[in-house]
């Protein structure tokens, strides 16, 4: 889950290390649970994240991290 103040737009999106596209939400308070759109688990593995988001102002901010998904 991600915590923002004055965020005005938000999006999280979770990528594969192919790129494709694990998980998409605009909704600040989900979080992704490790499984692939279908319901399936996902594998073990590296996945990127990207956060991107609006403040009050109108300013856009874009993060990059990574997680390593363990069962």
Known sequence: ????VDV???EMIVFD?????????KN???AWDGKFPDGTPA???VYVWIIKQKDVLGVGH???GHVALLR
């Open 1 to 4: 889950t991600f915590i923002g």
């Open 8 to 10: 005005n737009e938000f």
């Open 17 to 25: 290390r192919w790129g494709g596209i694990v998980y998409r939400s």
């Open 28 to 30: 600040l308070n989900s």
């Open 43 to 45: 594998k073990e593995d």
């Open 62 to 64: 874009s993060y990059v």
